[in-house]
């Protein structure tokens, strides 16, 4: 079946840079929409930023517009976000989504991603 396996999250200072990367398999992606969401402790899931996985649409929350970019290679089957200018605020598990129009989902383990101050 379809997996999503996410990587790239660890330490880093406040203003520092992170690329997050997921590696999708089991399918095609044709008709999907790849996201990113995050969950920091005592809060609610949060989306981060999304793309079309045909056309490439970008789609960002307003708390990371400016900093975070998502992007996808097709042939690598690869999502990625690349992360600038982290805050503190930044800090949490970050999740690779797909979602085949309202229909179905898939989920990542996550991969942590913690901002020092």
């Known amino acids: 079946q379809v997996q999503l396996v996410e990587s790239g999250g660890g330490l880093v200072q406040t203003g520092g840079s992170l690329r997050l990367s997921c590696a999708a398999s089991?399918?095609?992606?044709?008709?999907?929409?790849m996201g990113w969401f995050r969950q920091a402790p005592g809060k609610e899931r949060e989306f981060v930023a999304g793309?079309?996985?045909?056309?490439?649409?970008?789609n960002y929350a307003d708390s990371v517009k400016g900093r975070f970019t998502i992007s996808r290679d097709n042939a690598k089957n690869t999502v990625y976000l690349q992360m600038n200018s982290l805050k503190p605020e930044d800090t949490a598990v970050y999740y690779c989504?797909?979602?085949?129009?309202?229909?179905?989902?898939?989920w990542g383990q996550g991969t942590q991603v913690t901002v020092s101050s």
């Open positions: 793309v079309t996985w045909s056309s490439g649409t970008t």
């Open positions: 089991g399918g095609t992606f044709r008709g999907y929409i």
């Open positions: 989504n797909g979602k085949l129009y309202s229909t179905i989902n898939y």
